[in-house]
Nanobody, 121 residues
């Protein structure tokens, strides 16, 4: 059973960089051919895919967030990390990490429980 757990600060100030880590257990983030995604849901809105890191280490980003987003991984800890720079209150959301079966379309089979991040001074 694969489990994912998000961790990071719940409050970030405007203009700062949001950093979240997803710790994976029950499976390796380097296993072929999975993708490890970050998804967020602002209050009252739908899910928004932000980006992913593949089993190979390749990264993929949403065009709308690409300039501010970086996803990396630590294979020794079986973790992958999201960094979102220059945050504004519009980045307030519940942030999820998930395992994706394909990068072509959303096909998530395991999710973290989500973590609330509020951007406020």
């Amino acid at each position: 059973q694969v489990q994912l757990q998000e961790s990071g600060p719940g409050l970030v100030k405007p203009s700062q960089t949001l950093s979240l880590t997803c710790t994976v257990s029950g499976g390796s983030i380097t296993t072929n051919y999975y993708y490890w995604s970050w998804i967020r849901q602002p209050p009252g809105k739908g899910l928004e895919w932000m980006g992913a890191i593949a089993y190979s280490g390749s990264t993929y980003y949403s065009p709308s967030l690409k300039s501010r987003t970086s996803i990396s991984r630590d294979t020794s800890k079986n973790q992958f990390t999201l960094q979102l720079s220059s945050v504004t209150p519009e980045d307030t959301a519940v942030y999820y990490c998930a395992r994706d079966l394909t990068i072509a379309t959303p096909a998530y089979d395991y999710w973290g429980q989500g973590t609330q991040v509020t951007v406020s001074s």
